[in-house]
């Protein structure tokens, strides 16, 4: 592919990222940031928007690659439409988490981590939401299913097409 | 001013959330407006009560009515028999297991009569986006008299006097750690707040900055001032929306009423606040790893000395300080240190904030004075296990803690007693844990998180953890031999000694201390193949009572390993070769005849 500087039809993406940029600033220490915002808006962090913030902020590469992969909440692959997140905190394995995992892996076929083949769910596991209280729990998109049983499973999965 | 005969405080922590509190306060406000009642009762979104488990929770006054589990439709009934009629609606309100009688008041509950509200005393009294309400319950007065009234070292001293220790895991005088960032020369200074609250089962820091973050500001802008710092940044966990929400509206009302920014109540002191987000890594509540993180890095600890005190952020001298050392830190100033050393034991003064999870009856937020009993607090304010279970063990510390048994239940609670007794105070989750729970399994729990949050710096931690986990993986496999006891207390120790941070240092702990305890549960799964609590999977295998079996096939039928035969009518028999231990049979056997053993 032939270098696109400056030519008009900018990626769309990076119109979005020089906005995020403008409000944060291009300083190294906003860059966590302004991944979470990219990641916001785009739903993951390929190679070639790192690349652009990159440049963007005047820092290596390696860098920005670096701080990707070190903290858990970046993800460098596309997610699915639904993402399930199964709390795996204290309270709520010492309550059966980790079947209700188990469960979710058997329905869903995929292991934790892995997104279904038709793109409709990403399964992962967090570290304590702190809605103990409800144990176990987990998030879909946002939303807070509680006090769990590995029947409630198929039920919560047929609510997100 | 306007005034409401009736207040309604509704509990919009995260808990509450989950459970459609934002949905009852909606229908609250609509039955209000129906009936013509908006300028007479007043709906308050307040912080965390604390009573997590009994939630949505809310509370009426002036006559203080607790009504729990409380759902979005029954608003309808609430406004039109209590706030109407005046009497409280009877099934909404909170009955003590052994008591058939309803209690009516908050302060009579059992759950909250032991408990004393110092870090947590604006949570679930105020509107935590209002900064008025928080001015009204004297905030802010604190500052003022310090900028106004005191020199840095006096406010210092006072810290220093109250005996306040750092709440957020190690337990470091405060007024100390204060008093080296004031004597540090520099152009620049800086104040931080740790909120990467990242120990699973504890959700203390969250409340507070879901319930007062102005209590937090506040504090930060004292520290400030003590040590000579114009700048704040507060790190917190993306993982928690609604603190992070509350606290930028904090910020920003701050601003506008002057009490951050430049020459705050007319004096040459400047101080302002920003927000950091952690992106998931829980080495990054170790200070130093927080401290790289705050400036955009890889959140990657560094030897210490220099401290922070020192050399900080952005090699400035920095103090950190958690959510609830904060917390404390405004009501030391109001009402002196006398008062905040009175409570207590001898070397752990004040309250101390323990978020109360797992297998007990009232999960939840509580502050209790420090040498408060283990007993007082699973069995009084935790109303016990459920179930009728036995107890086991405590875990305090997360991670980096141990366990505590039922010998431990009678010993006053404070930093120095934990430590004796094979924990740690940590940030305040408190995990308790009944007969069903497998200590081999909940040791290999916790390494299993260390091991995955191990930042990779360090050969002791990032190696060592990971032949741990190997090792406990083995035994609750039952393939486990008797040298791996040895071998696993001698990986423990070195670790221990030999890793550069907390994290590292700290990660044997829940190993070593279930090993002291419960030596007995490693010995059954390593010699006898057998979890006693019923949990390993590889160990259990799992039988049909021939005198409970009717013989009707349903089993059979369901099992995914075609493990299970019979004649129908006459009962059937699980091969032990083909069984994968699923336990499909037995939660579907309907005449209770599968067990596991």
């Known amino acids: ?161 | 001013m306007e005034f409401y005969r009736t207040h309604v405080l509704v509990c919009a922590g995260t808990g509450c959330t989950s459970m459609d509190s934002r949905l009852l306060r909606q229908n609250l406000y609509e039955e209000i407006i129906k009936r013509g009642l908006e300028k007479e009762v007043k709906v308050i979104e307040t912080g965390c009560f604390g009573f997590c488990n009994l939630g949505p929770v809310m509370v009426v006054y002036p006559e203080g009515t607790f009504y729990c589990q409380v759902k979005p439709q029954d608003a309808a009934q609430i406004v039109e028999e209590h706030f109407i009629k005046g009497r409280p609606v009877e099934r909404l309100l909170y009955q003590h297991e052994k008591d058939t009688a309803n209690v009516v008041e908050m302060e009579n509950i059992e759950f909250f009569k032991h408990q004393k509200r110092v870090a947590l005393q604006n949570c679930g009294l105020i509107d935590p986006e209002n900064i008025e309400e928080y001015i009204a319950q004297d905030g802010y007065f604190a500052l003022a008299h310090c900028v106004k009234d005191l020199t840095p070292m006096e406010v210092i001293d006072i810290i220093k006097k109250s005996g306040l220790r750092g709440r957020g895991g190690g337990g470091f005088p405060t007024g100390t750690k204060w008093e080296f960032a004031y004597k540090s020369q520099a152009d620049q200074k800086y104040v931080v707040c740790n909120a990467d609250e990242g120990d699973p089962g504890a959700f203390m820091d969250r409340s507070v900055l879901e319930g007062d973050p102005h209590g937090v500001l506040e504090a930060m802008a004292i520290a400030g001032y003590a040590i000579g710092a114009s700048k704040g940044f507060i790190y917190v966990r993306a993982e928690y929306p609604i603190a992070v929400e509350r606290l930028k509206i904090a910020i920003r009302q701050a601003r506008e009423y002057g009490l951050l920014g430049d020459n705050i109540f007319g004096t040459d002191f400047c101080f302002d606040i920003d927000i950091r987000l952690g992106a998931g890594a829980f080495v990054c509540g170790e200070e130093t790893a927080l401290l790289a993180s705050t400036e955009g890095r890889r959140g990657e600890p560094r030897p210490r000395p220099p401290f922070p005190a020192v050399k900080g952020l952005f090699d400035k001298p920095t103090i950190i300080n958690n959510v609830e050392t904060f917390a404390n830190v405004t009501k030391i100033i109001r009402n002196g240190w006398e008062w905040f050393a009175s409570m207590g034991t001898e070397k752990s003064k004040g309250t101390k904030v323990f978020a109360l999870a797992g297998k007990i009856n009232n999960i939840g937020l509580i502050e209790i004075p420090m040498g408060t009993t283990l007993r007082t607090i699973i069995y009084d304010i935790g109303g016990g296990i459920p179930k009728g279970k036995k107890f086991k063990a405590a875990q305090t510390g997360g991670p980096s803690g141990g366990c505590l048994t039922e010998t431990h239940l009678d010993i006053p609670i404070d930093y120095d007693n934990l430590i004796a007794a094979g924990s740690m105070m940590g940030s305040g989750g408190l995990i308790v844990m009944d007969e069903d729970n497998c200590m081999v399994d909940i040791a290999r729990f916790f390494l299993e998180f260390t091991q995955e949050e191990s930042c990779g710096k360090c050969p002791p931690c990032r190696i060592g953890t990971k032949r741990m986990l190997e090792i406990l993986d083995r035994i609750t496999t039952g393939k486990g031999t008797p040298e791996d006891l040895d071998n696993l207390e001698v990986l423990a120790n070195t670790i221990k000694s030999s890793s550069l941070c907390a994290l590292g240092q700290t990660s044997p702990n829940p190993v070593l201390s279930t090993i002291k305890h419960f030596r007995k549960e490693y010995e059954a799964h390593i010699y006898d193949k057998k979890c006693p609590a019923h949990v390993c999977q590889a160990l259990l295998s799992y039988k049909i009572d021939p005198l409970k079996c009717k013989g009707c096939s349903l089993c059979a039928r369901n099992c995914p390993a075609e493990a299970i035969t019979g004649k129908i009518k006459e009962p059937f028999i699980i091969s032990q070769d083909k069984c994968i231990k699923c336990g499909d049979c037995m939660t579907r056997c309907k005449f209770g005849a599968i067990s596991k053993e």
């Open chain 1, 1 to 161: 592919m032939s270098c696109q500087c400056g030519s008009a039809s900018k990626d769309e993406r990076f119109v979005k990222i020089d906005q995020i940029l403008d409000q944060n600033g291009r300083d190294e220490s906003f860059l966590i940031q302004n991944l979470e915002q990219i990641q916001h808006i785009l739903g993951y962090l390929p190679e070639d928007v790192q690349a652009y913030l990159a440049e963007a902020m005047g820092i290596p590469l390696s860098k920005v690659y670096g701080v990707v992969t070190f903290y858990s909440l970046f993800t460098t692959e596309p997610i699915g439409k639904h993402k399930i997140s199964i709390c795996l905190g204290t309270a709520c394995y010492v309550k059966g988490a980790g079947e209700i995992l188990a469960e979710f892996e058997k329905q869903l076929k995929i292991k934790v981590g892995e997104t279904t083949p038709d793109g409709r769910f990403t399964l992962t596991a967090c570290r304590c939401l702190g809605a103990c209280g409800l144990a176990p729990v987990l998030n879909v998109n946002g939303k807070v299913f509680g006090r769990l049983t590995t029947d409630d499973i198929a039920g919560i999965l047929a609510q997100f097409e």
